[in-house]
């Protein structure tokens, strides 16, 4: 059995390896050359003291530790001739961890993507964020990996209970994911290490018989009264299989009206709507670690949240998908639209802290009556429209220094800023509307007590921060999760409103695949 231990240790000490080595093994009472091998099992940062610290818990072996500590945990068996397929349509988490757990059910996935692989992905990114040019299939939302590929990759959850979360880490660094993923207690990849893991999902998959198959847009569906045969590329080609697993993300806006169109049943759901903040990281690191330098400590990170109260109708208004060291990117789907979000490489090593603030949209805040189902999703439309018009119908995202915001004074000079296609300074509440914008003024005075510096001019926000999570919800039955009216439909991940975030979408797609094998069992 290994000795346990758990030790506060100074940065310096707890992220330089052999300096770490030697504190825990002094702490065990032991001397370098008395254990075989130590594993760090969890790391996280406690900054609540004058001087923040690092704990680390540890298992140390004196003799040789198991086998299997170190992967690999998962094997394949070659499904390429097996008697049941499942169509998965989208290849973000959630459908390719759908693939991956078909196969290793005996089923095989045929994986439909309407974007490109990876490598090729990236020259439409460049393309977007240098010319502007947005390509309607390949995008930061869209293509090998979906939403998740070109983001932080930040891997922690708090839906904790509706699968192995550690399963997924360990499948991730399986695939060539930093084994500190299975360490740290917010574990992150970086964009420029995503893509290479991607593709190793991808390479599994067809090397165990499944097949992946990119700019292949799903444009319609097999359907035969209630059930669901297949679906219909734009190509026309018809595909069929035992079922359909739909995980095309909360940016599939086509795929929610054909849904629409074709009868089965939709509903329109709450969502988060606001802007993007960007501050120097070193003022959010000052903050957070009330030292002048890090210290070997990585950038810092915040989690804000407030109860705003505007026309008598309380809104919660908070933090979203924080980057610590990372970049603003321009995130739409389609031309003629405005829509930011943030990533981060895995040093997050930029100058520059972004995080979504946002505000809950609800129902009642949406015009139900005239759009139905869709009326959420309008109404992100039309505020990423006219950010998109007011700022020049370019990717120029519409910007204004925190503090002018707060005073309701358009900027006569905007800051230096991470996102490339540029900034035009414009009166945000034009962009927002004033009662979105006055909730996220009462936020952010709120933010400004909480970190020191945070609610000023040395901050901007940028707009719009518009795809924090679907407006659309497919419905589907709590335990076959099957749609409950069309066989044979899977809605899965975060475009059908059951994840939010790369693992938890990651896990659905798992459990669609084991509802798939139960439905066909059956
Ligand atoms: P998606 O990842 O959206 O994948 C859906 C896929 O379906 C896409 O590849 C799309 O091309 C494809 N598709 C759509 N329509 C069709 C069609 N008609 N036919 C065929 N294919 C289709 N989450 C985190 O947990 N941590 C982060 O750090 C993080 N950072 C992010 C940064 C950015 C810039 C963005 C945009 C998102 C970020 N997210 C992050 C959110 C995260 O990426 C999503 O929650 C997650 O990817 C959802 O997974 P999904 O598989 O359900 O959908």
Redesign the pocket.
């Known amino acids: 059995m290994p000795q346990e231990i758990e030790v506060l240790l100074p940065p310096e000490v707890a992220y330089d390896e052999m300096a770490r080595y030697r504190a825990l093994l002094n702490a065990a009472g032991l001397v370098p050359g008395q254990a075989d091998f130590v594993h760090l099992r969890k790391r996280s940062i406690d900054a609540r003291g004058r001087q923040p610290q690092v704990r680390l818990r540890a298992d140390i072996y004196q003799t040789p530790p198991p086998a299997n500590l170190f992967g690999p945990w998962f094997h394949y068996s070659n499904v390429s001739q097996a008697r049941r397929s499942v169509l998965i349509?989208?290849?973000?988490?959630?459908?390719l961890f759908a693939a991956l757990r078909a196969i290793e059910l005996g089923i095989k996935p045929i994986v439909?993507?309407?974007?490109k692989d990876v490598r090729t992905r990236r020259r439409d990114l460049a393309a977007l964020n240098k010319e502007h040019i947005v390509d309607s299939d390949s995008n930061?939302?869209?293509?090998e990996g979906?939403?998740?590929t070109?983001?932080?990759?930040?891997?922690y959850t708090r839906a904790t209970k509706r699968g192995d979360v550690g399963r997924i880490l360990r499948l991730l660094v399986q695939h060539g994911a930093t084994p500190d993923i299975l360490v740290d207690a917010h574990p992150?990849i970086g964009t420029n290490k995503l893509p290479y893991v991607v593709q190793a999902l991808r390479d599994t998959i067809r090397e165990a018989g499944g097949e992946v198959r990119f700019e292949?847009?799903?444009t319609d569906l097999v359907l035969e009264q209630n059930n669901l045969r297949g679906v219909v590329t734009a190509t026309g080609e018809a595909l069929e299989a035992d079922a359909v697993i739909l995980?095309?993300?909360?940016?599939?806006r086509?795929?929610y009206e054909l849904l629409h169109r074709r009868g089965v049943l939709i509903e329109a759901k709450p969502f988060a709507l606001g802007v993007r903040v960007e501050h120097p990281q070193e003022l959010i690191d000052q903050a957070q670690y009330r030292r002048k330098d890090r210290g070997g400590l990585p950038a810092a990170s915040y989690a804000l949240v407030h109860q705003t109260q505007w026309q008598n109708k309380q809104r919660g208004v908070f933090s979203f998908?924080m980057c610590p060291g990372g970049f603003i990117?321009p995130?739409a789907t389609a031309p003629g639209e405005v829509v930011v979000?943030?990533?981060s490489p895995s040093r997050r090593d930029s100058r520059f802290a972004n995080s979504g603030i946002v505000t809950a949209i609800e129902l009642e805040d949406m015009d139900l009556r005239q759009y139905g189902a869709l009326a959420g999703l309008r109404l992100q439309q039309d505020i990423e429209q006219r950010a998109c018009q007011l700022a020049g119908n370019t990717q120029l995202a519409p910007a204004q220094r925190l503090g002018d915001f707060l005073k309701g004074k358009v900027s006569a000079e905007l800051l230096e800023t991470s996102y490339q296609p540029g900034l035009v300074s414009l009166q945000m509440e034009e962009v927002l509307g004033t009662g979105l914008a006055e909730r996220l003024r009462q936020g952010f005075r709120n933010f400004g007590q909480k970190i020191p510096g945070y609610a000023t001019n040395a901050a901007q926000i940028v707009g719009v921060e518009s795809?924090t999570s679907s407006p659309v919800r497919i419905p589907r039955d709590r335990d076959t999760l099957q749609h409950p009216e069309v066989r044979g439909l899977f809605p899965c991940?975060?475009?059908a409103g059951y994840?939010?975030?790369?693992?938890s979408?990651a896990m659905d797609g798992e459990r669609c695949a084991e509802a798939v094998l139960a439905a066909i069992s059956a």
């Not at 349509?89 to 459908?95: E, H, I, K, L, M």
């Open positions: 349509v989208g290849a973000g988490p959630a459908g439909l993507e309407r974007g930061y939302c869209f293509g979906g939403a998740g070109y983001s932080d990759g930040k891997l992150h292949t847009r799903v995980a095309t993300g909360h940016s599939a086509d795929i998908c990117v995130a979000n943030g990533m795809r991940g975060e475009g994840a939010g975030g790369i693992v979408a």
